[in-house]
């Protein structure tokens, strides 16, 4: 049973009491909010925590979101909340014991080249810093217009182009100097 099984069993334990739509719409969600949450935490493991506390949260909470409103901000909103609060207890999930780059040159031969580079590619992203990480996860990954992932962020647009460029700029500085 995979991570997304369990997750999919969680929410139908959880949401017993909920409305049918409610439900549904979360399930919609959780591809996104993963992938979303591996991109923030960095790992598999850590997005996958970081997507379970979010729903956990979210079907708690469940009366606080405003039917009409837009469910996806709603919990991008709680897991960005999660993140910081994990971040400030200093809650470290995983541990590194050897390098990252140790492994970059086992086995990368033939068809495994296109998950080098995305494995390349994650390592980038995870050196940017948290705001301009966010932003490209945001746009580029998930596909948000600007204002929609300004409002999910919560800060002004001009902000928000401001990071996504730093970013996007970082991004290809890092990539670049790999290749």
């Given at each position: 049973?995979?991570?997304?099984?369990?997750?999919?069993?969680?929410?139908?334990?959880?949401?017993?009491?909920?409305?049918?739509?409610?439900?549904?719409?979360?399930?919609?969600?959780?591809?996104?909010?993963?992938?979303?949450?591996?991109g923030?935490?960095?790992?598999?493991?850590?997005?996958?925590?970081?997507?379970?506390?979010?729903?956990?949260?979210?079907?708690?909470?469940?009366?606080?979101?405003?039917?009409?409103?837009?469910?996806?901000?709603?919990?991008?909103?709680?897991m960005?909340?999660?993140?910081?609060?994990?971040?400030?207890?200093?809650?470290?999930r995983?541990?590194?014991?050897?390098?990252?780059?140790?492994?970059?040159?086992?086995?990368?031969?033939?068809?495994q080249?296109?998950?080098?580079?995305?494995?390349?590619?994650?390592?980038?992203?995870?050196?940017?810093?948290?705001?301009?990480?966010?932003?490209?996860?945001?746009?580029?990954?998930?596909?948000?217009?600007?204002?929609?992932?300004?409002?999910?962020?919560?800060?002004p647009?001009?902000?928000?182009?401001?990071?996504?460029?730093?970013?996007?700029?970082?991004?290809?500085?890092?990539?670049?100097?790999?290749?």
């Amino acid at each position: 049973m995979d991570e997304t099984d369990r997750q999919h069993r969680f929410i139908h334990a959880k949401a017993r009491n909920l409305t049918q739509g409610f439900e549904q719409q979360v399930l919609a969600l959780l591809p996104r909010l993963r992938r979303f949450a591996i991109g923030l935490a960095g790992s598999a493991a850590d997005g996958d925590d970081l997507c379970q506390m979010t729903l956990e949260r979210a079907l708690t909470r469940r009366e606080q979101w405003q039917e009409g409103t837009r469910l996806d901000s709603w919990m991008y909103r709680i897991m960005r909340n999660i993140l910081i609060d994990e971040k400030r207890a200093g809650a470290r999930r995983s541990q590194t014991f050897v390098d990252a780059d140790a492994g970059l040159s086992v086995g990368a031969e033939g068809a495994q080249e296109a998950h080098v580079e995305l494995s390349n590619v994650d390592r980038a992203m995870q050196q940017l810093p948290p705001d301009q990480r966010e932003a490209v996860l945001l746009v580029m990954v998930e596909g948000y217009a600007y204002k929609e992932a300004a409002e999910i962020v919560g800060c002004p647009v001009g902000t928000l182009n401001s990071r996504l460029v730093r970013g996007r700029d970082a991004l290809i500085e890092i990539l670049g100097a790999e290749a």
